[in-house]
T-cell receptor, first 107, second 113 residues
Framework: EDQVTQSPEALRLQEGESSSLNCSYT??????LFWYRQDPGKGPEFLFT???AGEEKEKERLKATLTKKESFLHITAPKPEDSATYLC????????FGKGTRLHILP | DGGITQSPKYLFRKEGQNVTLSCEQN?????MYWYRQDPGQGLRLIYY???????QKGDIAEGYSVSREKKESFPLTVTSAQKNPTAFYLC????????????FGDGTRLSIL
């Protein structure tokens, strides 16, 4: 059965304290992996698509990387406005969403 | 601005009542989706449509119905058969092709009176 596990479930960081969020997946034929950001009471906002192992994508303070079994979302020198829930979603013939990591950046 | 509009933002349902959630997109996307989001759970797929006048059940379709009469619109009806309808409902759309990401509206929160 295809599965997605995101860790940690929640993470509190001080402003400027870099860290990484993990997305582990077991998907039989990966066709890509998506990262989203979701603010409370809003829909998920698309961030990145990663297609193959070794690929990296960057946007501002975020960098997403992909291996054959995991993806990481690295956040460098975060600011309070980076606080949100981050969702990963690998895809084979359908998309499977993880439960997300709730990130809180303290000023 | 192109995007996905969901309405209403909040909706209350009485016991035994059917309610319809609206989803409209002006992104010219062929595919549209409905998800349900509950606290502590990932998004679960209710229904999806890849083309007008065609739709498929997702993982949790029981107690829900949809229609796709226009490319821009994909309304979801929560019927009285859905015994636990309280949730945050999200509509999404995407272009054709497995590599296309889904883009989401801002959701409708449904509660039971």
């Amino acid at each position: 059965e295809d599965q997605v596990t995101q860790s940690p479930e929640a993470l509190r960081l001080q402003e400027g304290e870099s860290s990484s969020l993990n997305c582990s997946y077991t998907v039989s034929g990966l066709r890509g992996l998506f990262w989203y950001r979701q603010d409370p009471g809003k829909g998920p906002e698309f961030l990145f698509t990663l297609y193959s192992a070794g690929e990296e994508k960057e946007k501002e303070r975020l960098k997403a990387t992909l291996t054959k079994k995991e993806s990481f979302l690295h956040i460098t020198a975060p600011k309070p406005e980076d606080s949100a829930t981050y969702l990963c979603a690998p895809r084979d013939d359908k998309i499977i969403f993880g439960k997300g990591t709730r990130l809180h950046i303290l000023p | 601005d192109g995007g996905i509009t969901q309405s209403p933002k909040y909706l209350f349902r009485k016991e035994g009542q059917n309610v319809t959630l609206s989803c409209e997109q002006n992104l010219n996307h062929d595919a549209m989706y409905w998800y349900r989001q509950d606290p502590g759970q990932g998004l679960r797929l209710i229904y999806y449509s890849q083309i007008v006048n065609d739709f498929q059940k997702g993982d949790i379709a029981e107690g829900y119905s949809v229609s796709r009469e226009k490319k821009e619109s994909f309304p979801l009806t929560v019927t009285s058969a859905q015994k636990n309808p309280t949730a945050f409902y999200l509509c999404a759309s995407s272009g054709q092709g497995w590599y296309q990401p889904q883009h989401f509206g801002d959701g409708t929160r449904l509660s039971i009176l």
